[in-house]
């Protein structure tokens, strides 16, 4: 008998696993729960594998379902495994039907972060902890914060992870912290980690105004595959910090060496519909929010995919 959680990679997924372990899994953490951090791109073959044949409950928090995922689930039930659906992303909605009808519990609305979403629909009892860390995913989601302090701990938290994404170890050490209610300030490694990121982050933010093309209300850059290494997770928040400076669409493209990489931030709300529009031509996944969004695309050179997108994105300013 095991529990398997299964949230995504980045701020609001990791707060919002502490908070799910804190109010649901607390006899039973560590020794008979599994947990995993993950990516959109590869979570369904990360629910498979976490979830495997000792697991008999899982829970899947803050990541956007797509066909994959849902086709993993399918198999998943017909085990009788319990599934738990927890997620804020615009492109989950269209599954939750689906969902239910399997037998899936789903809770779903437009909240700012995950935690968010738990905190207004799960009726928790909130400490004062834990309603600072709800404060901090809201940050790290994008909505302003009334006090620097929580502003301040998002944006280290925030740059530790993009740092470097695939580090688990890290990310559960992060998680440990925060289901014993230690002061996240405390965590040397966080501290580094934000330290060489935020040097990072100054570098990219200044490289996509540099190089950036501007058509009409957008901005287009590309990355090559060792920008793409050496940024790892910063692209994201790099796209938003130009995204508000310039107050134009930002639109990445990079090479990931497998796959090419389409990040697009709008403050008017095109940026998962740009996403579909790239899905559309080129095939590949897309997910995320009006706001912030990303398209992963195989099978095509970077240049090939610059090329569309420059296309789209001309179309939609006519
Ligand atoms: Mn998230």
């Not at 695939?166 to 490694?189: G, I, P, Q």
């Not at 966080?190 to 950036?212: D, F, P, T």
């Not at 095939?283 to 990303?294: F, P, Q, R, T, V």
């Amino acid at each position: 008998m095991r529990h398997t959680v299964i949230a995504h990679g980045d701020c609001d997924g990791v707060i919002s696993a502490a908070i799910y372990i804190k109010h649901y899994l607390k006899d039973l953490y560590p020794s008979y729960v599994t947990v995993g951090f993950t990516q959109p791109w590869r979570a369904s073959n990360e629910i498979r594998r976490l979830c495997d044949d000792q697991c008999t409950s899982l829970t899947i928090l803050d990541i956007a379902i797509d066909k994959e995922i849902f086709s993993s689930l399918i198999d998943l039930v017909m085990r009788g495994v319990d599934v738990y659906i927890i997620d804020h992303h615009a492109t989950t909605k269209p599954w939750i039907e689906k969902l239910r009808e399997l037998g899936v519990k789903v809770l779903w609305n437009k909240a700012t972060s995950t935690p968010r979403l738990m905190a207004e629909n799960l009726s928790l009892t909130l400490n004062m902890y834990e309603k600072m860390l709800i404060k901090v995913a809201d940050s790290c989601e994008g909505s302003e914060a009334d006090e620097e302090i929580i502003t301040n701990i998002a944006d280290s938290i925030k740059l530790a992870i993009s740092r470097d994404p695939s580090d688990l170890k890290f990310l559960k050490e992060f998680l440990d912290l925060m289901v014993k209610a230690k002061s996240v300030e405390d965590l040397e490694k966080l501290k580094r980690k934000a330290y060489i990121g935020k040097l990072l982050l100054k570098k990219l933010i200044e490289k996509i105004i540099s190089n950036g093309e501007i058509k009409g209300n957008t901005l287009i850059v590309s990355m090559k595959a060792a920008e793409s290494r050496l940024f790892a997770g910063l692209f994201g928040i790099a796209a938003t910090e130009v995204n508000k400076m310039l107050k134009k669409d930002i639109v990445i493209v990079r090479d990931e060496e497998t796959k090419i990489v389409v990040t697009v931030r709008s403050l008017v709300g095109s940026a998962l519909k740009h996403c579909e529009n790239i899905v559309k031509v080129l095939g590949g996944k897309y997910g995320g929010h009006n706001e912030a969004a990303s398209a992963t695309i195989t099978g095509y050179s970077i240049d090939k995919v610059v090329k569309i997108v420059r296309e789209i994105i001309e179309k939609g300013s006519e």
